[in-house]
């Protein structure tokens, strides 16, 4: 094939056309099989598989994301083209099959995704309507991530990390059953325990909810070396999927299409005669629509597409992965490549029309993320205000209450637990809305249909609970305090991935207990508290808010909020232990706007101030107040519940998100709360959650947090060993006073 620069002054080229480097004067087969567009006008799919026009042009579009994918890298001589490129006609089959609703579980198919979004028109949303313009804006601030986003029209869900997409695809399977949601897997990703692990719990809770679809791009190499699975047997790989209970296994073998004597097992399809390439482009289309109408039908499918990495682009195997910076468009490979790859402008202009048809129409207008997904009204929530100073009552119970009511006013709402609600004293929760197993036992309030998902997975808990967020319904992640860590990466994908997404969704909320101080007798081994270092961090992300409820009271009101809020992620941490009444519900609702909320205070010569993060650091920072009083001193006692709302305006990046959140306490109201000759932070967690109280301050000032942690018998007894007691504490105020 020969490529040649066209000249403008005597060919017409397409506005969307205008940034192509290299144009063909021919494509072989174009004659016959491109002059009609293989989707009509008014159509959303091929017609007719069996046409050799509908493999030719699905083979097309797969060489035009190819061209695009390179040529859109190589401008910045930065990201990654082998991956995507090796899986190309599976992506193009299944958008030439009418499916857009795709999702992706690798990231570094960002380059693919984007050429894909170009082609049919959704850029167009986001000011890019020439190729030219996807060049410029490619791996640029507010323009073409490096890897998938929220930002992007068309992109159902962000791609960042190994093993979180079919999280995404499971959560939009469950809320729209009618449609397909495939998404790509790659073969260095596979490792990664959680993808098939995730799938099985997901299918043993939801058996009906087949109609997800795994894709699998098994191209024999991962980022750097060849993929773990690269000397499997296709045998053998069909035996690992029916093994983790896919009842079909649907393989394409580019191999067995080849007419060149590639070596090895891996090969490549752009190489082969063009009778042999519309073959596998036919085996391609056959493949793909009998594994998405299997998985439309009821069984758990997987399609896995074995083409060598890097197929059709610059190099081959794991060198084709990414682009250094010799990589420019003046490369010898990446024009060698162009030229190879370039096309025609009528078989531009072909490939665009298919596009935009497909599906329907651009997936910025089809996609289901594109618009917001109704959800019933929640009606009254049955919050309970107990008597401040009354009998001591367990917040997480007091919150369960609210859950059920919300699940029994929405059936789409899902809670998820991986350690078991009874062991966090929400047992309420289960009794209510019961626990989703195949095994139905009224002991144990499970039954096939349900809305508790309870998998042993913290990475699958949250996967389900913040990707149904994402995907705009209601959901509820719970665990342990000491093993939510463990889930944490898809949930900031997820919340990093709301602040900049284009619509408003509910917040992602979680609920966080027996903290590591309720575990005395457990040991370390169930006491990490860092969790709250993580999400100290993420607070100036701008959308995070950590809320700490001090009593059963405040919780109520926190979760009352919580489920107001749009693109935030919410978490609220409390005990699972009975404590005292200390808040009324109107100063929850003060403290959660204003960040925090004075519970004792006394007058004196001078003033220490306890800023206290959390409900049972509470009990000996009391007895220290009354100590201190006793000595003549005045003491103020602020409980921290909303420490987000504490920064100043210019700590957090609040006007980058899609729906900011610009409330901050104000300096004069600052001092009204933390102002004194002394001011000691407490909490039982990481003390970075203190960060936004000892930024402001300017008194003399002390923390006392978390250090390590031990087998003990009480939670008294493990603030002991962290310096968190009443004498300590009394003595530091006292030392920092005089």
């Known amino acids: 094939m020969t490529a040649v620069t066209p000249n403008p002054q005597s060919v017409s080229v397409p506005a969307f056309c205008d940034g192509i480097q290299y144009f063909s004067d021919s494509v072989p087969g174009f004659d016959a099989y491109g002059k009609t567009p293989v989707i009509g006008e008014g159509k959303t799919a091929i017609a007719d598989l069996a046409d050799p026009a509908a493999a030719y042009q699905t083979l097309l579009y797969a060489d035009a994301l190819r061209y695009l994918i390179l040529q859109v890298t190589a401008s910045k001589a930065s990201g990654h083209p082998g991956g995507f490129a090796s899986q190309a006609e599976a992506y193009a089959a299944l958008v030439m099959l009418g499916y857009k609703n795709i999702i992706t579980e690798v990231g570094h198919h960002a380059p693919g995704f984007y050429s894909a979004m170009f082609l049919d028109r959704s850029l167009e949303d986001m000011g890019i309507t020439t190729v030219q313009q996807l060049r410029d804006r490619f791996r640029e601030q507010h323009g073409l991530l490096g890897h998938l986003s ?19 695809a499971m959560s939009a399977a469950l809320l729209h059953r009618d449609k397909l949601f495939p998404f790509t897997v790659g073969d260095g990703g596979l490792g990664e325990p959680y993808i098939v692990s995730a799938i099985a719990h997901f299918h043993t809770a939801y058996p009906h909810a087949t109609n997800f679809l795994p894709v699998l791009v098994w191209n024999g190499y991962s980022q750097e070396h060849h993929s773990m699975v690269s000397l499997k047997t296709n045998e053998e790989m069909e035996a690992y999927w029916r093994g983790n209970g896919f009842e079909h296994v649907v393989l394409i073998d580019a191999k067995d299409f080849d007419d060149q004597n590639q070596p090895g097992a891996y090969v490549d399809n752009t190489a082969f005669s063009l009778e042999h390439r519309l073959a596998f482009g036919q085996a391609v289309l056959a493949k793909t629509d009998e594994a998405s109408r299997s998985a439309l039908g009821g069984k758990l499918t997987v399609l896995i597409i074995k083409q060598l990495k890097g197929a059709g682009v610059h190099a081959r195997g794991s060198k084709s992965h990414n682009l250094y910076p010799q990589h420019t468009l003046d490369n010898p490979d990446i024009i060698a490549a162009l030229h190879t790859r370039a096309l025609t402008i009528p078989a531009w202009e072909l490939v665009r029309i298919n596009c935009e048809r497909a599906g329907g129409g651009p997936a910025s207008k ?22 401040v100073g009354g009998a001591p009552k367990v917040s997480t119970t007091a919150m369960g209450k ?60 949250a996967g389900l609970a913040a990707g149904l967020a994402l995907m705009g319904a209601r959901s509820l992640w719970c665990s342990y305090e000491s093993f939510a860590i463990n889930g944490l990466p898809i949930w900031q994908t997820v919340t990093q991935a709301m602040a900049e997404l284009r619509r408003p969704t509910p917040a992602t909320v979680t609920l966080f207990t027996a903290g590591a101080l309720e575990q005395g007798r457990n040991g370390w081994t169930h006491q990490r508290p860092e969790i709250e270092a993580y999400f100290a961090a993420m607070m100036r992300n701008g959308n995070v808010f950590p809320l700490f409820p001090p009593d059963a009271n405040s919780i109520q009101v926190c979760y009352e909020w919580a489920l107001t809020q749009k693109n935030k992620g919410v978490v609220i941490t409390a005990s699972k232990s009975p404590l005292p009444i200390r808040t009324t519900f109107a100063q929850t609702r003060q403290a959660i706007d204003k960040g925090a909320i004075t519970l004792y205070e006394t007058s004196g010569d001078k003033t220490v101030v306890f800023a206290v993060i959390g409900d049972m650091p509470l009990i000996p920072v009391f007895e220290a107040a009354t100590r201190l009083t006793a000595e003549g001193l005045g003491v103020r006692i602020v409980s921290v519940i909303n420490p987000r709302r504490l920064y100043r305006s210019s700590d957090v990046s609040w006007d980058l998100c899609s729906e900011p959140d610009s409330a ?20 039982g967690g990481a003390s970075g959650m203190l960060e936004p109280v000892l930024l402001r301050s300017t008194a003399k000032r002390d923390t006392f947090a978390w250090k390590r942690g031990e087998t003990t018998a009480s939670p008294s007894e493990l603030m002991a060993v962290n310096g968190i007691t009443a004498t300590t504490l009394a003595a530091r105020a006292s030392a920092l006073i005089h």
């Open 150 to 168: 929220g930002f992007i029209p068309g992109i159902l869900a962000p791609a960042g990390p190994l093993g979180q997409g079919q999280h995404f």
């Open 366 to 387: 089809t996609a289901v993320t594109e618009s917001v997904l109704p959800l019933p009204d929640l009606g009254q929530l049955p919050l309970e205000e107990f008597t």
């Open 664 to 683: 901050f306490l104000s300096d004069t109201e600052f001092e009204q709360l933390f102002s004194g000759e002394a001011l000691i932070g407490v909490t």
């Open 402 to 461: 609210l859950v059920a009511a919300v699940g029994q006013a929405d059936s789409g709402f899902v809670v998820t637990n991986a350690d078991g609600n009874e062991a966090s004293g929400i047992a309420n929760i289960n009794q209510a809305l019961k626990i989703i197993h195949p095994t139905e036992d009224p002991l144990y309030y499970q039954k096939p249909i349900g809305q508790v998902y309870e998998p042993l997975s913290e990475d699958a808990c």
